[in-house]
């Protein structure tokens, strides 16, 4: 679901905007570098934040590709 709404967001964007992600599944780490190596878009930066309820919290910032 995380990449279907990243997906929707960038497509209303314009070229060069960056648009930052926070995502509770582990596995979202494997699907957003797909996502970013398969489109135009770039994956500038992923990490990781504690959190109280989801134990941790996944962050991506993407510029929009042109």
Known sequence: MP???TR?????????EELVVHATDPASV??????????????L????QPDDVHKTVFIYRIRRGG
């Open 3 to 5: 990449i279907l709404r």
């Open 45 to 48: 930066s992923h990490e990781t």
């Open 30 to 43: 494997i699907d957003f570098r797909h996502f970013c190596n398969t489109t135009d878009n770039a994956l």
């Open 8 to 16: 929707a967001l960038l497509d209303r964007m314009e070229a060069g």
